[in-house]
């Protein structure tokens, strides 16, 4: 669970190279795309450019690099040759990485062409609930301090967070312990220290909380058929605080 300096390090790298395949999708303009055509450009992306491995493919027998979660889709939506992205949608990509052994997990909401403003309102505040996660990040703190945060900013905006999928440990496996929760209550839960490493991933709705899964056993959605937008960030506690292993450039003003 706790990792050393020298593993922080390596994870750092793959975090990096993560980081900069989100750089690479906010360059291109995805309406017209299907989320299988994602799917692989990331795939050769990941793959030839980085010459690293793309770690959700042959996880749990999926066949893919990412997940495409398009509007009322809470996540591990799959791509699809016949999923055409269009205007107005929002689609979260997913997205793992392994280099050197070690494994980055990040996530991002995209807002496609003209969205309508109560859309735009639910990824600002998805957005801003995973913030108010990883601020929470230090020693001695607890993982129901990151779980609160993240419920009370959904709840104080009319929105609410998903309880069935949350964050947990990585590091050579994608998947460790802790679960990190998107709801709890301050002071409760494991205390944080040094070196442990796991995601923070608030899957934000716009009604209620409750998800339903499709019949292929991966794509979940809401309930109410209402949108759903998630954000994600693999974090390393350190001496002092936080450190955002797959922060982009673009994300800077959120530290402050």
């Not at 280099?99 to 859309?119: F, L, Q």
């Not at 964050?167 to 494991?190: A, C, Q, S, W, Y």
């Not at 339903?212 to 998630?230: N, P």
């Amino acid at each position: 669970m706790v990792k050393t300096e020298d593993e922080i390090a390596l994870m750092r790298i793959s975090g990096q190279l993560l980081a900069s395949v989100f750089e690479m999708l906010d360059g291109l303009s995805l309406e017209g795309l299907s989320t299988m055509e994602i799917n692989d450009i990331v795939e050769r992306f990941i793959t030839d450019n980085l010459d690293a491995r793309p770690a959700s493919k042959g996880q749990y027998g999926y066949k893919y690099v990412l997940n495409c979660s398009i509007n009322n889709v809470v996540c591990h939506g799959i791509p699809s040759t016949t999923e055409i992205i269009k205007n107005g949608d929002i689609i979260n990509l997913d997205i793992t990485l392994e280099k050197n052994g070690y494994i980055a997990d990040s996530s991002k909401t995209y807002m496609v062409g003209d969205v309508k403003p109560a859309a735009r309102r639910l990824v600002k505040i998805a957005q801003e609930a995973m913030w108010q996660g990883i601020k929470q990040v230090k020693p001695n703190a607890h993982l129901g301090d990151i779980g609160f945060a993240i419920s009370r900013h959904a709840k104080r905006h009319g929105y609410s967070a998903v309880r069935e999928y949350c964050g947990h440990g990585i590091g050579r496996e994608m998947h460790e312990k802790p679960d990190v929760l998107n709801f709890g209550h301050r002071g409760t839960g494991l205390k944080l220290q040094k070196g442990m490493v796991f995601t923070v991933e608030p899957m934000i709705n716009q009604g209620r909380r409750t998800v339903i899964t499709e019949d292929d056993g991966w794509t979940v959605r809401t309930a109410d058929k209402k949108l759903s937008a998630q954000f994600e960030h693999t974090v390393a506690v350190t001496e002092t605080g936080v450190e955002i292993l797959t922060l982009r450039p673009d994300e800077t003003r959120f530290l402050s």
